[in-house]
């Protein structure tokens, strides 16, 4: 089991698998932004190779993301390998949905058993203005394909003061009322290029709820407050699904953080909003073996940082939300 020093066991594994996109959500990135080559990126094989590596140092749950992990070519294929690598528990996907009304069926059959599935307004001209380029109704038909092959569905919504953070958000929330979905809000975080305009607009958690609850009626905390993963879990009255607050700048969750990252172009990254990274490509491309892979990232897991430093206004500089994998 890979530990950490302060003895957190970190067992979830997110990948990007592009940093590229059919999107340019204004909170994550600019219009014009520019992409890595291709040679830069891990190659399928290195992928798969380091799936393994990392499945037999102890990682259980991997989540492919991006970038838009469904225009890597050969998708299905990557999720089938992970799904079949000894000691994977599960394989899950962050998605845009904009191509998933096709995939959903190929990519449950190759493994794939939940998907996240990035809304922020269900209204399709607002959904245009924060996607910059998105028809939602592409969206919609990725829901639907995903709810008819029984991927278990989670819907994401970044909020952003002054786009989404009134009626849209309400009208998210009220989705759970007769869906069994889990709906989570997700408090904008600041990255490089884009910093300032993400620490202008972020929404925090309570002010949120209390947005909702004026609408809908009282939240009820589920759980004792207890964390699903990164997300404190309320429920509204009567309600089949659940909503969730991702609130990492207000009341992070650092404390009991078990993720890793790795990049589209093969970084080992410990912490989402610290800069530190391993360069896996050397040792995968000039004969490393794989017992020293894994040695060199057990060493990066130890050292995994405590948490972010937003609270001191420290924030990552060197890449944006889609550069790192969310
Ligand atoms: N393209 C896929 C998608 O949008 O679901 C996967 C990659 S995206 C970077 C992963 C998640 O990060 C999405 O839910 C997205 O909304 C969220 N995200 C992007 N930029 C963010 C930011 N600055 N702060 C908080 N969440 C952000
Ligand atoms: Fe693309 Fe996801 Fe970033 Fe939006 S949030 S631009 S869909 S990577």
Redesign the pocket.
């Known amino acids: 089991m890979p530990f950490d020093r302060y003895q957190r066991n970190i067992n979830y594994m997110r990948i ?1 698998l592009t940093d590229m ?1 059919n ?1 340019r ?1 204004i ?3 600019p219009e014009d932004m520019t992409f890595r080559p291709k040679k830069e990126l891990l190659q399928d094989e290195e992928i798969n190779r380091l799936v393994i590596l990392f499945a037999e140092l102890g990682f259980e749950k991997f989540r492919l ?5 469904t225009i890597r070519e050969n998708i299905v294929d990557i999720v089938g390998h992970i799904a079949k690598t000894p000691n994977v528990q599960e394989v899950a996907m ?4 904009i191509l998933l009304r096709l995939l959903a069926k190929p990519l449950t059959e190759a493994g794939l058993k939940r998907i ?3 809304i ?1 307004t269900l209204d399709p001209k607002k959904f245009k203005q924060i996607t910059r380029w998105g028809n939602i109704d592409d969206v919609w038909g990725g829901i639907d394909a995903a709810e008819e092959t029984g991927l278990k569905i989670k819907l ?3 909020v952003v003061r002054g786009f989404n953070d009134q009626e849209d958000v309400i009208e998210l929330a009220r989705l759970t009322q007769n869906k069994s979905w889990q709906v989570r809000y ?6 490089g290029s ?1 910093a300032d305009f ?1 620490k202008t607009h972020i929404v925090p958690e309570k002010e949120l709820r209390e947005t909702i609850g004026n609408a809908l009626g009282p939240l009820t905390l589920l759980n004792n407050g207890k964390l699903e993963g990164e997300a404190r879990i309320y429920q509204l009255d009567g309600a089949q699904g659940k909503l969730g607050f991702i609130s ?1 700048v207000t009341n992070p969750f650092c404390a009991g953080c078990n993720r890793a990252r790795l990049t589209a172009d093969g970084k080992l990254r410990l912490c989402l909003l610290r800069d530190k990274e391993l360069d896996l490509i050397p040792f995968l491309r000039e004969g490393a073996s794989d017992e020293e892979i894994k040695l060199h990232i057990k060493n990066s897991i130890w050292y995994k940082p405590w948490g972010h430093g937003l609270a001191h206004e420290v924030y990552p500089h060197k890449r ?3 550069e ?3």
Request: hydrophobic residues 35%; negative net charge.
């Open positions: 990007s996109c999107l959500c909170y994550c990135m993301t991006g970038g838009e992990p962050t998605t845009n949905a996240n599935i990035s922020d994401n919504c970044v997700i408090e904008v975080m600041p990255f884009v993400q990492s944006v939300m889609s790192i994998g969310g």
